[in-house]
């Protein structure tokens, strides 16, 4: 690409980050607070409620149906539990004013209608009774207290929606953050992160997990990392820097920003064979995190493509075959003038312009008189030169007497 092209392109690129940039910092926060009821598509994350095993047949939706039957009629635990950690699921003491329990003498519903041991679990047989397949409900990766809700008068259902309607209750039950806020916003119940979330010993969130990272919903204030999140955090940091700190420190900036850190939408696989026609085009942008009198010198120093290279890197070819291949005769499809007629951008990446003019300018102007035309050029140097005269004056002095012969 011309340098004429290049300028207006960088100057469209810098006055679009500009106006970007300027556009979040004077826009207003967003609320912070969701929709008063949950997203439809909302589901408790895994992160927060790991994955449970519930061998178990229960219908609540019958059981609360019937008279007198509450939520802690079989949690009786729930109104005073202050720990994720509590079990509270049904005792066989809740359960036996109902069902008809024996414990001495195990049988099959159909033998005890109201309490054979298979009326509620799964995989229970009559030939193992006592081999019956437990429950796993890890704890919630939260803080929470029970008794502290019930104690404020908080219903069940207003945390556990939709409980009423169904079979088994499982972690789709649990509350979601969507439905948490409707309380804990600015005036009325406490706001924190920190009140539920679970955090590091230096007081950020816990956002690390055995399943994965836990992230900020898609309606919480533009927080949600997804793809674009990369391009757009700026935005998001300049309008309340605090939010970010809530679980990341200053340290993860700037280990990312002074380039310890290589994001890898930052220099895609393959960047050092193209990071030369980006370095031309935007320099200063290279220079916000490189320096080029040390980590751009030093590194074309060891690649052995800096002049001041030691002769032993140049020796090694890394970039280029031996001289016999790539620049003396016979002319193969290895040769660098077949390779340019291919890729030339792959050559433009590391050279100039003045690289090639150093041995195919004519003597006269300094070159080593090596013709760049292969032969019967002169049948199609005309529509050449119309298109641009430019490159015919790097190397011949009177352009007059090149349109008289290339017409």
């Not at 309606?219 to 679980?247: I, K, Y």
């Amino acid at each position: 690409m011309s340098p004429s092209l290049r300028r207006p392109r960088a100057l469209l690129a810098f006055a679009l980050t500009l106006a970007a940039t300027l556009g979040g910092l004077l826009a207003q926060p967003r609320p912070a607070a969701p929709p008063a009821a949950a997203p439809a598509s909302e589901a408790p994350s895994h992160l927060i409620y790991p994955t449970q095993r519930l061998p178990l047949r229960f219908d609540h939706s019958r059981h609360l149906a019937m008279p007198g039957v509450t939520c802690a009629s079989c949690h009786p635990a729930a109104t005073t539990s202050a720990r994720v950690e509590d079990s509270l699921l049904p005792t066989e003491a809740s359960c036996a004013p109902c069902h008809a329990i024996d414990r001495e003498h195990p049988a099959s519903a159909a033998a005890n209608p109201l309490g054979g041991c298979d009326l509620c679990h799964e995989g229970w047989r009559a030939e193992a009774p006592l081999r019956v397949p437990r429950a796993e409900i890890p704890a919630a990766n939260l803080r929470f207290s029970h008794a502290r809700h019930a104690a404020q008068g908080v219903p069940c259902e207003r945390c556990h929606a939709g409980v009423r309607r169904v079979g088994l209750a499982t972690r789709l039950e649990l509350p979601t953050m969507a439905s948490c806020v409707t309380c804990h916003r600015p005036g009325a119940a406490p706001d924190r992160c920190a009140v539920c979330h679970l955090t590091e010993p230096d007081g950020r969130l816990r956002t690390r997990f055995a399943d994965g990272w836990m992230n900020p919903p898609r309606w919480m204030s533009g927080l949600h990392h997804d793809a674009d999140f990369w391009f757009t955090h700026r935005l998001s940091a300049a309008q309340d820097g605090s939010r970010c700190a809530v679980c990341h420190s200053e340290g993860e900036c700037a280990a990312c920003h002074d380039g310890r850190v290589r994001d890898r939408r930052t220099h895609p696989n393959d960047y050092v064979t193209m990071h030369a026609v980006d370095a031309r085009m935007n320099s200063d942008r290279c220079g916000s995190c490189h320096r080029a009198s040390s980590f751009c010198v030093a590194c074309h120093q060891r690649a052995g493509v800096a002049a001041s290279s030691s002769t032993s890197s140049r020796a090694l070819g890394r970039f280029h075959p031996p001289a016999s291949v790539w620049s003396s005769a016979p002319v193969t499809l290895r040769h660098h003038g077949a390779e340019a007629r291919r890729a030339m951008r792959t050559c433009t990446s590391c050279h100039s312009e003045q690289d090639c003019v150093t041995c195919h300018a004519t003597l006269s102007r300094g070159g080593g008189g090596f013709s760049p035309h292969p032969p019967s050029f002169i049948a199609r140097c005309g529509s050449l030169l119309r298109a641009s005269e430019r490159p015919c004056a790097l190397c011949h002095e009177d352009l007059d007497a090149v349109r008289a012969r290339c017409r």
